[in-house]
């Protein structure tokens, strides 16, 4: 198992899904790496190490990597190029993107710098997973990270279908199972089954 998994989605993610994010970064044993985006990034940030890669300060307010040296920002361009290649002229829609790539592959610049998430969950309105089934103006920002993880071979669980939800879903069960848990999607907190007390993993990191 690596250190590190990507939690992102798109801000029109229904919550249902959002439940189920919020359910599976808490029971997670990896590090999420997220966006700090509305809705879906958002549900991933019950996770107990939480890596928010933002596209600029102050983004939402939100705290998290905003200080990228020039390399990294190059390097980035580089591997936009290769996962939306066409003209790309608004300068807040490349920071956001080369934010996209920080999540998949982590804080890099060069190819010897990169530590690969395991893999990806997302929520997208076409339930795309690779650079194929991208959709310009459908798939979404969270696209670009699909795009990057699909040139990487990483594998990409998107929670618009089913059986991609199902997957996920019962990966929380077993762990839930093992731990003596049970999740209240009212409150999108776990709590003992014995005790009722609510649970927090571990090493917890307390947010802002």
Avoid at 12 to 21: D, G, Y
Avoid at 44 to 70: C, D, Q, T
Wanted: aromatic content about 10%; glycine content about 8%; hydrophobic content about 35%.
């Amino acid at each position: 198992m690596g250190e590190f998994c990507t939690g992102i989605g798109s801000r029109k993610t229904p919550l249902r899904e959002q439940q189920l994010m919020t359910r599976f970064a808490r029971l997670q044993r990896r590090r999420v790496r997220s966006g700090g985006a509305e809705a879906a990034d958002e549900s991933y940030e019950s996770n107990w190490n939480i890596m928010v890669y933002l596209p600029e300060a102050g983004f939402r307010g939100k705290r998290g990597h905003h200080r990228y040296r020039e390399e990294h920002l190059e390097f980035a361009d580089a591997i936009i190029a290769k996962a939306f290649p066409y003209s790309l002229k608004n300068p807040w829609t490349r920071k956001a993107f080369q934010r996209n790539v920080f999540q998949v592959l982590g804080l890099c610049s060069s190819v010897k710098d990169i530590v690969l998430s395991d893999f990806v969950v997302c929520w997208t309105p076409d339930g795309a997973t690779t650079m194929k089934e991208y959709k310009v103006g459908v798939t979404g920002g969270t696209g670009i990270a699909i795009n990057i993880a699909d040139l990487y071979k990483v594998p990409v669980f998107n929670l618009q279908r089913e059986d991609h939800y199902a997957k996920v879903e019962r990966w929380c069960r077993r762990r839930e199972r093992t731990l003596g848990l049970r999740f209240d999607p009212t409150t999108r907190q776990h709590r003992s089954r014995r005790t009722n007390e609510v649970w927090l993993p571990p090493n917890a990191v307390q947010h802002d």
